[in-house]
């Protein structure tokens, strides 16, 4: 079982499931999203994951086909979900409080990449999505 909490605590939520993949995405959407050089998602069963304080996660429209959702209190991230992808969402893993490890790293949309941060590790990269 994997917990996790926004920044102020509001919203709890709990996944039942395993991460098995851990995207670094380097889209612009979501380095504004996140405030920083990349965000870290991993995509994840939508029915395993349950939350608390629902009244306060805010569902905000990024782009036609994806809703990107925050604490409306905080604002933390917290998840994304493509209308393409029912039944998935994309869990952003800085909220997550269990220790937990997945080796399948990779990153996506390096051509998006900030200017000023260098990928020096060696997992796979993909220019797009994937
Ligand atoms: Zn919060
Ligand atoms: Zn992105």
Redesign the pocket.
């Known amino acids: 079982m994997i917990n996790g909490s926004?920044?102020?605590?509001?919203?709890q939520y709990t996944y039942s499931g395993d991460i098995n993949e851990i995207a670094m995405c380097h889209c612009s959407q979501c380095r504004k999203a996140q405030g920083g050089a990349f965000a870290t998602n991993s995509p994840i069963s939508s029915a395993d994951l349950v939350f608390q304080g629902q009244e306060?996660i805010k569902e905000f429209q990024s782009s036609a086909h994806k809703i990107r959702a925050f604490?409306t209190?905080?604002g933390?991230p917290l998840y994304s979900a493509h209308k393409d992808l029912p039944g998935s969402v994309r869990l952003r893993l800085g909220t997550v409080e269990t220790a937990f490890q997945c080796p399948k790293k990779y990153h996506i949309h390096t051509a998006s990449k900030a200017p000023w941060y260098e990928i020096s590790d060696a997992f796979p990269q993909y220019t797009e999505g994937k």
């Open positions: 926004c920044l102020c605590g509001k919203v306060y604490c209190n905080c933390s």
